[in-house]
């Protein structure tokens, strides 16, 4: 069983920059999709940035041009880093993952989970 871990989740004003890290063991030597997913209180998760093995992204429009997801050479580990942060932004941060070569607009057809980090973004 895969088991995904974020980290880097924390508190921040509206304007200030975060990195989240997620380790994922497993993936190196197969195709992929990974992505970082969100969930703010009451509201639907929401894919926020996405990567394949190829290395191509998609974001959503709510983040584009402020969050930038990238992986390491050895594919293990693939970061958001998350700049000009907004209120908006508040929310628990999942990184997910599904095996193939298909990258799933939704949220249920991702296989693996991390546990969450927690985002919050005050003005």
């Known amino acids: 069983q895969v088991q995904l871990a974020e980290s880097g989740g924390g508190s921040v004003q509206v304007g200030g920059s975060l990195r989240l890290s997620c380790l994922a063991p497993?993936?190196?030597?197969?195709?992929?999709?990974m992505a970082w997913i969100r969930q703010a209180p009451e509201k639907e998760r929401e894919r926020v940035a996405r990567i394949d093995s190829a290395g191509t992204t998609v974001y959503a429009d709510s983040v584009k041009g402020r969050f930038t997801i990238s992986q390491n050479k050895g594919k293990t580990t693939f970061d958001l880093q998350m700049d000009s942060l907004k209120p908006e932004d508040t929310a628990v941060y999942y990184c997910?993952?599904?095996?193939?070569?298909?990258?799933?607009?939704?949220?249920?057809?991702?296989?693996?989970w991390g546990q969450g980090t927690q985002v919050s973004v005050s003005s």
């Open positions: 497993g993936f190196r030597d197969s195709s992929y999709c």
């Open positions: 997910a993952a599904v095996r193939g070569l298909g990258c799933p607009n939704s949220v249920t057809l991702w296989d693996y």
